[in-house]
């Protein structure tokens, strides 16, 4: 079945910082993966849609210019946290499906902690 | 917008009991619709999805039923084991356009007591 693997699994990063979290399909092409944020005991919010060769769609309420979004070829899309803030802190988890009207297949998610 | 509603928050069952989460949708342009599985500090793994063409759909000891008229979906779980012991969430495509969009319920605590 399709495989998406993130990286990393979990993030600790001071105040202010960048933090690029990287999401791959190990055995399918994905021109388009998604990018949810959940708190804990929360549900999946979905934060935007990463569109391979092209900018990607955020939802309302989400700041493009903090989570920055980069699908560069069909395997890997990367989101990076820019001046990371205590209230970023937050369980990142992005999915992926390998053709139109396949099942979406979630990676393992990267637990952020900013300090 | 899609918006989907999910109950209960909680449930706890004895071993071999079944359990059944019930969830319902806004969207009647929404035709997909999965559940999944998470485990704590894991993403949601994919157990079972129906789409609007279908009234219901089993998978051993899994089955998930649609109702559209209603706009409501349930999971039952049979035979319940301890392993089934997480939070589960339902999801609707996020209207007919087939972008991928997931719409999540809020999630369901499943506790299996052996």
């Known amino acids: 079945g399709a495989v998406v693997s993130q990286h990393p699994s979990r993030v600790i990063c001071k105040s202010g910082t960048s933090v690029k979290i990287e999401c791959r399909s190990l055995?399918?092409?994905?021109?388009?993966m998604f990018w949810y944020r959940q708190f804990p005991k929360q549900s999946l919010m979905l934060m935007a849609t990463s569109n391979e060769g092209s900018k990607a769609t955020y939802e309302q309420g989400v700041e493009k210019d903090k989570f920055l979004i980069n699908h560069a070829s069909l395997t890997l899309s990367t989101l990076t946290v820019t001046s990371a803030h205590p209230e970023d802190s937050s369980f990142y988890i992005c999915?992926?499906?390998?053709?139109?009207?396949?099942?979406?297949?979630f990676g393992n998610g990267t637990r952020l902690t900013v300090t | 917008g899609e918006n989907v509603e999910q109950h209960p928050s909680t449930l706890s069952v004895q071993e071999g009991d079944s359990a059944v989460i019930k969830c319902t949708y806004s969207?009647?342009?929404?035709?997909?619709f999965p559940w999944y599985k998470q485990e704590l500090g894991k993403g949601p793994q994919l157990i079972i999805d129906?789409?609007?063409?279908?009234g219901e759909k089993k998978d051993q000891r899994i089955a998930v039923t649609l109702n559209k008229t209603a706009k409501h979906f349930s999971l039952h779980i049979t035979e319940t084991q301890p392993e089934d012991s997480a939070v589960y969430f339902c999801?609707?495509?996020?209207?007919?356009?087939?972008?991928?969009?997931?719409?999540f319920g809020q999630g369901t605590t499943l506790q299996v007591k052996p």
């Open positions: 055995d399918f092409q994905a021109t388009t």
């Open positions: 129906i789409r609007s063409n279908v």
């Open positions: 969207d009647s342009a929404s035709n997909y």
């Open positions: 999801a609707a495509s996020s209207g007919a356009s087939n972008t991928g969009k997931l719409i």
């Open positions: 999915s992926a499906r390998d053709s139109v009207g396949s099942p979406l297949h």
